[in-house]
């Protein structure tokens, strides 16, 4: 015997689930702006002290980080963040 979730219990679920989706990519977005904030610091220190503004290095650890916890997706995400930071090259 199969459940059937009444459509008016379904729909005020997916509300409720909707909402804590919301809460989470308001999450998501301050992050990114931080972690954006963070790196251009960092970007902007290195090239004041003559060097250069990328580590690519630093950036195959930052990638290698989000496919671990991610899959092939994640890594993919973590260029999107990493190419955010970079601005004009
Ligand atoms: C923020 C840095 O500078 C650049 C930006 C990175 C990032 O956004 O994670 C990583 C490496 C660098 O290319 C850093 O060296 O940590």
């Not at 992050?31 to 004041?48: C, D, F, P, Y």
Request: aromatic share 2%; with cysteine.
């Amino acid at each position: 015997m199969s459940a059937t979730v009444p459509t008016a219990a379904a729909d005020d679920r997916i509300a409720e689930l909707r909402g804590q989706i919301d809460a989470c990519d308001t999450e998501i977005i301050a992050l990114v702006q931080r972690r954006l904030a963070v790196s251009q610091e960092i970007g902007e220190l290195r090239r004041t002290a003559g060097g250069t503004r990328l580590s690519l290095a630093r950036e195959q650890r930052v990638i290698a980080r989000f496919q671990d916890a991610l899959g092939p997706e994640g890594a993919a995400l973590g260029m999107v963040l990493l190419r955010q930071g970079r601005g004009r090259l």
